[in-house]
């Protein structure tokens, strides 16, 4: 497995079909610096079929963007839940999600996300994490995770808090992102 946490995990040739809905996700993603990537998730409340059927979208979204993690906010939802994909088995909801245990061991890997298209940037996270929530029925749910997995959730938690990896890495990495991305904004 390559660096890249969300983002597309490897610079493959796609098929033309799986290209096409690759690029299609990804205009349903907001992008940087839309501001709802900046603002703050509220506590879900309600685990009704308004919620599945976000999930199920988010899930499909992340799917077709090549993506391993998604938070609501990437698509405009200011409620605090994520899908991500673990190392086995099928991609999961996390529902108010709350990391109650951080390694103190820590590292520092490049990083990419579907709202900061094109640039990667060095994050140090902790290594080993646990993560407790919900799942999308509302049943409490709770994962030991380490790894890549246990990066992406810390990612996609900061999501929720408005937290982006371009605030958590080096000041130097983070100039050089943003001169990437200034000349993509586009006023409309
Ligand atoms: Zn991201």
Same mark, same amino acid.
């Given at each position: 497995?390559?660096?890249?946490?969300?983002?597309?995990?490897?610079?493959?040739?796609?098929?033309?079909?799986?290209?096409?809905?690759?690029?299609?996700?990804?205009?349903?993603?907001?992008?940087?610096?839309?501001?709802?990537?900046?603002?703050?998730?509220?506590?879900?409340?309600?685990?009704?079929?308004?919620?599945?059927?976000?999930?199920?979208?988010?899930?499909?979204?992340?799917?077709?963007?090549?993506?391993?993690?998604?938070?609501?906010?990437?698509?405009?939802?200011?409620?605090?839940?994520?899908?991500?994909?673990? +190392? @086995? #088995?099928?991609?999961?909801?996390?529902?108010?999600?709350?990391? *109650? &245990? !951080?390694?103190? /061991?820590?590292?520092?890997? +490049? @990083? #990419?996300?579907?709202?900061?298209?094109?640039?990667?940037?060095? *994050? &140090? !996270?902790?290594? /080993?994490?646990?993560?407790?929530?919900?799942?999308?029925?509302?049943?409490?749910?709770?994962?030991?995770?380490?790894?890549?997995?246990?990066?992406?959730?810390?990612?996609?938690?900061?999501?929720?808090?408005?937290?982006?990896?371009?605030?958590?890495?080096?000041?130097?990495?983070?100039?050089?992102?943003?001169?990437?991305?200034?000349?993509?904004?586009?006023?409309?």
């Amino acid at each position: 497995m390559d660096e890249q946490v969300e983002g597309q995990v490897v610079e493959e040739e796609l098929d033309p079909e799986r290209e096409t809905r690759r690029r299609f996700a990804l205009a349903q993603i907001r992008q940087y610096p839309d501001a709802a990537l900046k603002m703050q998730a509220r506590p879900v409340d309600e685990f009704d079929d308004q919620l599945a059927t976000l999930v199920d979208r988010m899930k499909q979204l992340m799917h077709d963007a090549n993506g391993i993690g998604l938070a609501a906010t990437q698509v405009g939802v200011l409620q605090r839940l994520f899908v991500f994909q673990p +190392d @086995e #088995g099928d991609a999961v909801a996390v529902v108010n999600p709350e990391i *109650v &245990e !951080r390694s103190g /061991e820590t590292d520092v890997a +490049d @990083e #990419g996300c579907l709202s900061i298209q094109g640039v990667t940037v060095p *994050v &140090e !996270r902790a290594i /080993e994490v646990t993560l407790v929530g919900k799942d999308e029925r509302g049943a409490d749910v709770r994962y030991e995770l380490d790894g890549y997995s246990a990066r992406c959730v810390q990612h996609e938690t900061d999501h929720l808090d408005g937290v982006l990896m371009i605030d958590r890495t080096t000041p130097e990495a983070r100039k050089e992102a943003l001169s990437v991305l200034r000349p993509r904004i586009v006023l409309t």
